[in-house]
T-cell receptor, first 114, second 114 residues
Framework: AQSVSQHNHHVILSEAASLELGCNYS??????LFWYVQYPGQHLQLLLK??????LVKGIKGFEAEFIKSKFSFNLRKPSVQWSDTAEYFC????????????FGTGTQLKVEL | DTEVTQTPKHLVMGMTNKKSLKCEQH?????MYWYKQKAKKPPELMFV???????INESVPSRFSPECPNSSLLNLHLHALQPEDSALYLC?????????????FGEGSWLTVV
């Protein structure tokens, strides 16, 4: 079974700082990769996803993520965060070729201070 | 705004009650999901319906009973729950439950078992 690790559980940044959230997965085959965001009191929203092709994917709100196959990683980045980026960020994977079973990481709580 | 609608948003029930959570989507998706999310934890898959048939049951206790009356509706029937079942229950949908199809989440139903 696949598993997902997010090593940063809580991150506090000042506005305009750069962001990188780590995500590593464990699975022997190919996977599809996702980052979801959950703003306070709101539902999970898809930030970006990677299925194949260019390993650098761009998502909404200026976020991007890079898939590094050799490192089993899919880190999320943003060059300059805003206060409104305060939220919980979840990395998720599902294996290709099977049912659509998303496995989520434990999440990273990001707080952006003014 | 999410196109997956869940009702009720909040539910308080006793351990001997029978209640239901409802979910509706009008995106033409043919796969629907129930996830459970405890506070400060990632969502955990409970059930997957594909073309109105139950395709995945993640060993969920029988006190949770899913139902998919048609391609747009998904219910979760609750009976004899325990206080530890208190959580946010998320409904989601996607195009057929094939790996890689983006899963869209509703806002969730907050359940408290007393």
């Amino acid at each position: 079974a696949q598993s997902v690790s997010q090593h940063n559980h809580h991150v506090i940044l000042s506005e305009a700082a750069s962001l990188e959230l780590g995500c590593n997965y464990s699975y022997g085959g190919t996977v599809n990769l996702f980052w979801y965001v959950q703003y306070p009191g709101q539902h999970l929203q898809l930030l970006l996803k990677y299925f194949s092709g260019d390993p650098l994917v761009k998502g909404i709100k200026g976020f991007e993520a890079e898939f590094i196959k050799s490192k089993f990683s899919f880190n999320l980045r943003k060059p300059s965060v805003q206060w409104s980026d305060t939220a919980e960020y979840f990395c998720a994977v599902n294996p290709t070729g099977g049912g659509n079973k998303l496995t989520f990481g434990t999440g990273t709580q990001l707080k952006v201070e003014l | 705004d999410t196109e997956v609608t869940q009702t009720p948003k909040h539910l308080v029930m006793g351990m001997t009650n029978k209640k239901s959570l409802k979910c509706e989507q009008h995106m033409g998706h043919r796969a629907m999901y129930w996830y459970k999310q405890k506070a400060k934890k990632p969502p955990e898959l409970m059930f997957v319906y594909s073309y109105e048939k139950l395709s995945i049951n993640e060993s969920v206790p029988s006190r949770f009973s899913p139902e998919c009356p048609n391609s747009s509706l998904l219910n979760l029937h609750l009976h004899a729950l325990q206080p530890e079942d208190s959580a946010l229950y998320l409904c989601a949908s996607s195009h057929p439950a094939a790996s890689g199809n983006t899963i869209y989440f509703g806002e969730g139903s907050w359940l408290t078992v007393v």
